[in-house]
């Protein structure tokens, strides 16, 4: 069993920056991949990052390469989420998630925390 709690999230400026944090509860956090995910209202929940075990492994939602950072430490069993430029199209709940490989599709995690609220203002 895992528990996820997300923070970082906030009220930005467009071209602005933020970090989400989302720290794991459990010894077994290292053998997880991790993921991050958004959902906008009245739109379907979107994958945005995810990340290996080790972290050797990234993969991003187009629209956001170049400008999102998805990384972890498993130390500290915490992984993160840089966002830079942000958007107001970023605007969105961002939920961490944890899963058995670095999916895309939100139905392949197991684990998810309660979401944190990023909001862009243009």
């Known amino acids: 069993q895992v528990q996820l709690v997300e923070s970082g999230g906030g009220l930005v400026q467009a071209g602005g920056s933020l970090r989400l944090s989302c720290a794991a509860s459990?010894?077994?956090?290292?053998?997880?991949?991790m993921g991050w995910f958004r959902q906008a209202p009245g739109k379907e929940r979107e994958f945005v990052a995810t990340?290996?075990?080790?972290?050797?492994?990234?993969d991003y939602l187009d629209s956001v390469k170049g400008r999102f950072t998805i990384s972890r430490d498993n130390g500290k069993n915490t992984v993160y989420l840089r966002m830079n430029s942000l958007k107001p199209e970023d605007t969105a709940v961002y939920y961490c998630?944890?899963?058995?490989?670095?999916?895309?599709?939100?139905?392949?995690?197991?684990?998810w925390g309660q979401g944190t609220q990023v909001t862009v203002s243009s």
């Open positions: 998630t944890a899963g058995a490989s670095t999916y895309s599709a939100w139905n392949q995690y197991s684990y």
């Open positions: 990340i290996s075990t080790g972290g050797a492994k990234t």
């Open positions: 459990g010894r077994t956090f290292s053998s997880y991949a």
